[in-house]
């Protein structure tokens, strides 16, 4: 009788009619399954995917470029384009001040980019490829080269021979009250030998050399200096592929200064510009 009870209870004709689009009769105590007949957030039956994390994106030569300590050499560098800022009016004492006494205690490439990214050659930002080596040679000059140059004259004003100028094999210069600035180290060499005659008072004169030159320095202060740096530490020096400029300097300085720098600016030692 036990029997017929139970079979009689499952009977379809005793379940009660469901409506249009209702869900079908499901015995109490089970949960609802979906169309798929899977249980609603059910794992699925590999268990759950786990998330596999995101690969660390490695520094760009730009950024570490950014991050490389400088040396001394270099923060004297950048001083150097800040007072010649202040002197052109870019720059008020006031904050030329502040600038020197930041600049003094960066440790890094990117805050000396900070420093002078509103003023005229100063380091900028990694943004371009590396020059190839020997790029810089070849006959870039004419026929005709000139032996000696004009006089540079500056008074109270600034003189600047930078670039791919062409360099004759005499130049001189008298700065008063003034500055100057010649760049050998771009410049087209077509004499094995450069004489230049430098008289300063009360003025700052900047001559850069190739990195391999020959120089003899003949300097004569009174009450100045005429100094001879090497190049500043770090950045890349490309071998020399053409042999040694002779560059014979005579120097003189009253109340003034004569510095002669070897190779390439600090963006170009660095490849940044």
């Known amino acids: 009788m036990a029997e017929d009870e ?18 079908p009769y499901e015995p109490a105590g089970q949960p609802p399954k979906d169309p798929a007949g899977q249980p609603p957030n059910d794992p699925a039956p590999n268990g759950p995917v ?14 570490l470029a950014l991050r490389r300590r400088v040396s001394d050499m270099e923060r004297e560098e950048v ?19 502040e600038r020197l006494e930041t600049l003094y205690s960066a440790k890094t490439y990117g805050e000396l ?9 100063g380091p900028s930002v990694p943004n371009t490829p590396a020059p190839q080596p020997g790029a810089q040679y070849g006959p870039q000059y004419g026929a005709e080269v000139a032996q000696t140059a004009p006089v540079i004259n500056a008074f109270l004003s600034e003189a600047k021979r930078t670039g791919g100028w062409l360099a004759p094999q005499r130049q001189e210069v ?33 001559i850069r050399v190739p990195q391999n030159a020959i120089v003899h320095l003949d300097s004569n202060p009174i009450l100045g200096s ?12 490309d071998p020399a592929t053409t042999p040694p400029k002779t560059f014979h300097i005579r120097g003189t300085a009253i109340l003034g200064d004569i510095k002669i720098k070897r190779g390439p600016r600090l963006s170009k030692r660095l490849r940044l510009t």
């Open 6 to 23: 139970n079979s009689q209870q499952d009977r379809p004709q005793d379940r009660p009619n469901m409506p249009a689009g209702q869900a």
């Open 50 to 63: 786990p998330s596999v994390p995101a690969p660390q994106q490695q520094p760009s030569a730009d950024e």
């Open 79 to 97: 001083a150097d384009v800040l007072r010649e800022s202040a002197g052109d009016g870019r720059l008020s004492y006031g904050e030329l001040e």
């Open 113 to 121: 980019v900070e420093i002078t990214a509103d003023l005229p050659g």
């Open 174 to 206: 008298n700065a008063v009250l003034g500055d100057v600035t010649l760049d050998y180290t771009e410049a087209q060499l077509p004499y094995d030998v450069v004489y230049i005659d430098v008289k300063s008072i009360l003025a700052d004169v900047k």
């Open 226 to 237: 005429v100094t001879e740096q090497e190049a500043g530490f770090g950045g890349v020096v």
